[in-house]
């Protein structure tokens, strides 16, 4: 039986999606249970669950893990609450700067995480321009670099724009005069935005938090610029341990957990939106 054009038309794609992402993922699945021998870089025989359990075992590797996930949330909740009014800005009253604004928006996406970084490196330092501007104002210099405070500023510059376009993606499909509309019914702006907006606005946010929250959990960058390695997160140590010590099995296991840790965050929104869908269906 002939193959129909469509699937052969899907094959190259499938066969490079085999070589750049599924070989690798099996590759780095298949490493994290297996060992190295006291001394050698090479992969012993056999499978075992030595890296997990030392993973678990380990209360520096627990306590990175949650700093990492704390980092992850507050990140995900300051971007959130930054990027509602800059979404709806440049939805209902950006006009003509709407394309400027959106592609402003997409810099630190397309500059890579390194640029950003030291963009904040010399914003946020010693002589920069946050603590040229305290001098000059007789105001006491503050110190970010190396501190939880300036790793949070520069994750939330490098991934904001994740969760604006979601979000303006979202609004953009509401009727313009929504506001409006429930102001003449007597609401006021804050219960307009907690009432009508917000639960409209659910999907975009929704899926910007999804993004905000794996880049952030994945980050290794932002975290090692400006933590200036006083500060260890998960892709700070996976990096080290397959860098620097050369514990490619535990790095591979690092990073399995840190997919786990992903993948259990989507199935949890994807089963709550489910049940969110049916009880609105029942009522």
């Known amino acids: 039986m002939p193959m129909p054009p469509s699937i052969l038309l899907l094959l190259p794609a499938l066969a490079l999606s085999a070589v750049v992402f599924l070989a690798p993922f099996l590759w780095l699945a298949s490493t994290s249970f297996r060992t190295q021998a006291e001394g050698s870089l090479l992969l012993a025989d056999g499978f ?3 890296n997990y359990a030392r993973l678990l075992a380990d209360p520096f590797f627990l306590e990175v893990l949650l700093r990492t996930l704390a ?11 930054v990027a509602l009014p800059v979404a709806r800005f440049i939805v209902t009253r950006a006009g003509r700067l ?15 995480a390194l640029l950003p970084s030291l963009g904040m490196l010399h914003l946020m330092g010693p002589l920069g321009v946050v603590n040229g501007a305290a001098r000059l104002l ?3 210099t503050v110190k970010l670099l190396g501190t939880p405070a300036g790793i949070l500023i520069g994750l939330v510059q490098s991934f904001l724009p994740l969760m604006v376009l979601p979000l303006v993606n ?3 499909r509401l009727p313009g005069d929504l506001e409006q509309a429930a102001a ?5 702006a804050a219960a307009t935005w907690r009432r009508v907006i917000l639960p409209l606005a659910t999907p975009g946010i929704v899926a910007g938090s999804v993004l905000v929250f794996c880049a952030t959990f994945t980050s290794f960058v932002t975290p090692q610029v400006l933590g200036q390695g006083h ?15 050369l514990d490619w099995p535990f790095a591979s296991a690092l990073a399995m957990v840190a997919l786990a840790m992903i993948g259990l965050l989507q199935a949890a929104i ?3 939106s489910r049940l969110s869908r049916r009880q609105e269906a029942r009522q």
């Open 170 to 172: 979202t609004l953009a």
């Open 138 to 140: 007789g105001l006491p």
């Open 71 to 81: 980092y992850s949330i507050v990140t995900t909740a300051i971007s959130l609450v």
């Open 184 to 188: 003449s019914l007597g609401a006021s």
């Open 48 to 50: 075992s669950i030595h």
């Open 231 to 245: 500060i260890a997160t998960f892709g700070t140590v996976a990096y080290q341990q397959a860098g620097q010590v």
């Open 98 to 112: 709407k394309g400027i604004l959106l592609a402003l928006m997409l810099v630190p996406l397309v500059s890579g």
């Open 270 to 272: 994807v089963i709550g």
